[in-house]
């Protein structure tokens, strides 16, 4: 069973499009999708099969202040507006519609992840959770905390994927995946410090404590992941696809020709898994 994980990384996700979109010009199809953030965007509309979709979100649409800016900020409490992004741009009367009619019928698992502020930990939703023209779930596994404010779903709320499950390659595992792609958006000796989570996790303790421990532990829990990925990555069962150089973009940067050119090294570093999942 192959699997492919896209661990997001807000705006430096634009590496995972690329290497989605290639996977759809080679026609890789994978038997289990799991997407972290952004990763989440990129695999739903991988999986509608809409090739070239997420770049213009990430080097058109993130230009503009409906999308991210401080009067969001003060208008919502969310720096990013993603009613905006996947309702105004997203919903079948928007700018660039999801096909969900092709996502909702793609032969195969599809996971989302996000966090749930109640206990903290991670939450996989997948296509059956996504009724037509609600991206909720969408929106959940991308709501960075401190920079969103978390997103409702039955009951519930939610953030980012990635405060509680950035590399979840044992969920791959868990779901029978024995080769597994897994796209990284930054090189693969990069190591997380701690230190942005700690304030961030300090920042949000007084007003969700769980939340908070989890945030202090979730840089641990990403250069785990990440070794454990180049772990099986020699024993042959998982292939890391990442970028040399992030070209300067951090979750936020807007800068559209680094943003282009790690779209390419994305379109370009994914040649490898056709011989991986042994497709020639």
Known sequence: MTGIIDTGGG???????????????????????IGVSAGSANLITYAANQRG??????????????????????KSGSYIDLNYIYGTLSQSGGENPLDYKEASGYDGILNFVATDTGTGCPHYFSMQDIPFDDYSVI??????????????????????????????????????????????????????????????????KPFNKEISETLMKSARQYNEGVKKALRLQEEGKCLVIAPDDCRGINTLTRDRKALHDLYTDGYRDAQAIRRFIGKC
């Open 53 to 74: 979709r997420t770049y213009s979100f990430y080097h058109d649409y993130a230009f503009r202040k409906e999308y991210m800016s401080a009067e969001n900020f003060l």
């Open 11 to 33: 705006l430096r996700g634009i590496y995972g499009a690329g290497v989605l979109d290639r996977c759809l010009d080679d026609s890789i199809k994978f038997d289990c999708c």
């Open 139 to 204: 929106k959940a596994s991308c709501c960075i905390p401190l920079v969103c404010r978390p997103v409702k779903i039955d009951g519930g709320e939610f953030y980012d994927g990635g405060v509680s499950d950035p590399v979840p390659i044992d969920r791959a595992l868990e779901l029978g995946c024995d080769k597994t792609v897994v796209i990284l958006t930054r090189p693969t000796g990069y190591r997380k410090s701690g230190k942005p989570e700690k304030r961030a996790g300090l920042a949000i």
